[in-house]
């Protein structure tokens, strides 16, 4: 039935309609991603699995005279990352808000949406350091943080029992972690190592990091004065409050999780980026506002990351 002349509609009542704005919601979704950044990210248009090829490394061989060369036998594999994850951000805004309210709550509404939506994918792709190193991923919301993790001073293996038997960073655990991806053939670049803020703290308190003749710095970029903290043993450092907290098996205590991580440890498939919506919905007298995003992570090589626990 063709809508009656006269009709009252989003086109013809645009005026009326508030807008939130995209931009906005967007640039608070990449302001916030810190862990996203520092993996591998896909994006793909359709299909809810993506395979990826994962092929062996090849050996070379010895060249006899006069003999046909050795063929190597490819056995590739393959990794399969699941696109199921898709998350919402809505709020209802009633009228007598949108008429009463001052410009910059929807400023906040905005900048809300990007970084929820932002935690969100980052706290997904957390949750695959437990599958690091030979470890299992737990179901969302019950993660213990105890299979394949080790605490901060790279030797000890945490064990989730009790209140925890989690430690604080230490150079020595540094160093011991850089190894594991080094006996592991992992590439020596693109490597993260990525913190929670109270480890930030302890770092700034080893002189390694922060006496000149470690560093190497002089005037003001000189680490002791303006307490930012570029690169460990030439990997880059990352603080981050999305780090994962845990309380322990008897909930007495808090943990927090950090990792060590090649690019090429995690996959973040991306769908759909972040996008935002309005509708003015008339029976409620009130404008629907939803962002949301459609992605996918997984494991793409086990050996090239190690978490760790450290105290909160």
């Given amino acids: 039935m063709a ?33 996203a950044n520092l993996t591998t990210k896909i994006t793909v248009d359709k299909g809810d699995k993506i395979h990826i090829p994962k092929p062996t490394r090849g ?102 029992t009790t209140v925890g038997n989690s430690t604080t960073l230490t150079d020595a655990g540094i160093r011991k972690m850089i190894q ?48 930012m903290i570029g690169d460990i043993y030439g990997i880059k450092v990352y603080v981050t409050s999305n780090c994962f907290s845990h309380a322990s098996a008897d909930f007495s205590t808090n943990h927090r999780v950090g990792a060590l991580l090649h690019k090429d440890a995690l996959c973040y498939v991306e769908q759909q980026s972040v996008r935002s919506q309005s509708d003015y919905m008339q029976q409620y007298l009130a404008t629907l506002f939803t962002a949301d995003c459609i992605f996918g992570v997984g494991e793409l090589r086990d050996d090239a990351g190690i978490a760790f626990v450290v105290p909160a």
């Fill in 3 to 35: 809508i009656p002349t006269g009709s009252h509609t989003i086109t013809t009542n645009v005026e009326f309609i508030p807008e939130l704005w995209s931009d906005d919601i967007i640039a608070a979704y990449k302001t916030n991603l810190v862990v």
């Fill in 59 to 160: 050996s070379a061989s010895v060249k006899t005279a006069a003999a046909e060369v050795t063929l190597i036998t490819e056995s590739a594999s393959e990794v399969a990352i699941d696109v199921d994850l898709h998350y919402e951000y809505s709020r209802l805004i009633d009228d007598i808000l949108n008429v009463q309210a001052i410009e910059s709550y929807r400023a906040f509404y905005t900048n809300d949406a990007g970084y929820a939506l932002a935690k969100t994918v980052e706290d997904q792709i957390i949750r695959n350091w437990e599958g690091l190193q030979g470890g299992t991923v737990q179901t969302a919301g019950s993660e213990t943080w105890a299979t394949a993790v080790i605490g901060g001073d790279g030797t000890t293996a945490y064990v989730d």
């Fill in 180 to 227: 594991t991806l080094d006996d592991a053939n992992v590439p020596q670049t693109e490597r993260s190592l990525i913190l929670p803020p109270v480890e930030r703290n302890t770092l700034m308190g080893l002189a390694r990091f922060t006496e000149q003749a470690f560093v190497g710095e002089a005037g003001p970029g000189n680490t002791i004065r303006t307490g």
